[in-house]
């Protein structure tokens, strides 16, 4: 089982900036990509980021340019650098980890005001 927490979440005036962190804990050694995803009020959870073990990033289009994902494997952490954040970039972040199965972090709120 892994276990994943996200924090960073908050609200930001549009243009401003956060950044997100998921700390992994438990069978950390059979991790191997891991994510950001978001969702919406009313809407579809989807992809934002993600990073391979190695390093590995796809972004997507929607917040190329933007957002950026890093990964700290010493510290077991995923991070997502978000600027130039826009109003439709609101909604529940959460972390993802894949194994052999995918886990899922509780989610964190992110909230961009206009």
């Known amino acids: 089982q892994v276990q994943l927490v996200e924090s960073g979440g908050g609200l930001v005036q549009a243009g401003g900036s956060l950044r997100l962190s998921c700390a992994a804990s438990g069978n950390i050694f059979s991790i191997n990509d891991m994510g950001w995803y978001r969702q919406a009020s009313g809407k579809q959870r989807e992809l934002v980021a993600t990073i391979t073990s190695a390093g590995i990033t796809n972004i997507a289009n929607s917040v190329k340019g933007r957002f950026t994902i890093s990964r700290d494997n010493a510290k077991n952490t995923v991070y997502l650098q978000m600027t130039s954040l826009k109003p439709e970039d609101t909604g529940v972040y959460y972390c993802?980890?894949?194994?052999?199965?995918?886990?899922w972090g509780k989610g964190t709120l992110v909230t961009v005001s206009s």
């Open positions: 993802n980890a894949r194994t052999a199965k995918a886990f």
